[in-house]
């Protein structure tokens, strides 16, 4: 079935490093991929999506590109804030899932000052 | 525009009681998900109601139920809670492009069970 794998956590990372975070999935049809943020004692919060492949998604200085071949859609940033510490969360979702969205495990980020 | 609001924020409930989460869909959207969010996990997808009728389910057993209001709000029902039943709940609301488009998040219920 579909799945979503993510690159396991914590990451911590100083401040106006280089962000990526991993992530690669299973679908048997065509999913839309996105990347979920989630903040302290939040719900979750579109970060960006990609419909199809090789669509770029981008958001707030991040980037996610839908790679068929690999079945990857690998999130990164250029230069991470300490507003950027949340748990992100990348997710497939296609009608062929019976619309329901498929999540990672998350990966918590740590920016220190 | 309005987003998507659940309440209560937090619940604690026994094993065993029955409890009833509810949920508002950000404006203009007629499709509502909920899902399940463990501790230190992604959410899982518990179901989802379109034009007031379920519209999908996940592995969730039947004592996990829904409904779906004319004004789109909804509400998650759970009976005979159970102990690994505590975890946040989330909804999410969507145009049925949903699956294309993306889910608008609620802030989510913690459900406590004891």
């Known amino acids: 079935g579909d799945s979503v794998t993510q690159m396991e956590g914590p990451v911590t990372l100083s401040e106006e490093a280089f962000l990526t975070i991993n992530c690669t999935y299973t679908?048997?049809?065509?999913?839309?991929l996105f990347w979920y943020v989630q903040y302290p004692g939040e719900g979750l919060q579109l970060l960006l999506k990609?419909?199809?492949?090789?669509d770029k998604g981008s958001n707030k200085g991040f980037e996610a590109t839908y790679r068929k071949e690999t079945t990857s859609f690998h999130l990164e940033k250029g230069s991470v804030q300490v507003s950027d510490s949340a748990v992100y969360f990348c997710?497939?979702?296609?009608?062929?899932?019976?619309?329901?969205?498929?999540f990672g495990t998350g990966t918590s980020l740590t920016v220190i000052p | 525009e309005t987003g998507v609001t659940q309440s209560p924020t937090h619940l604690i409930k026994t094993r065993g009681q029955q409890v009833t989460l509810r949920c508002s869909s950000q404006?203009?959207?007629?499709?509502v998900s909920w899902y399940q969010q463990a501790l230190g996990q992604g959410p899982q997808f518990i179901f989802q109601?379109?034009?007031?009728?379920?519209?999908g389910r996940g592995n969730f057993p039947p004592r996990f139920s829904g409904l779906q209001f004319p004004n789109y709000s909804s509400e998650l029902n759970v009976n005979a809670l159970e102990l690994d039943d505590s975890a946040l709940y989330l909804c999410?609301?969507?145009?049925?492009?949903?699956?294309?488009?993306?889910?608008?998040f609620g802030s989510g219920t913690r459900l406590t069970v004891v």
């Open positions: 999410a609301s969507s145009l049925p492009s949903g699956p294309r488009d993306g889910y608008t």
């Open positions: 679908a048997t049809g065509y999913p839309s």
């Open positions: 990609a419909t199809k492949a090789d």
């Open positions: 997710a497939l979702g296609s009608r062929d899932t019976g619309n329901q969205f498929y």
């Open positions: 404006s203009g959207h007629n499709t």
């Open positions: 109601y379109y034009r007031e009728e379920e519209n």
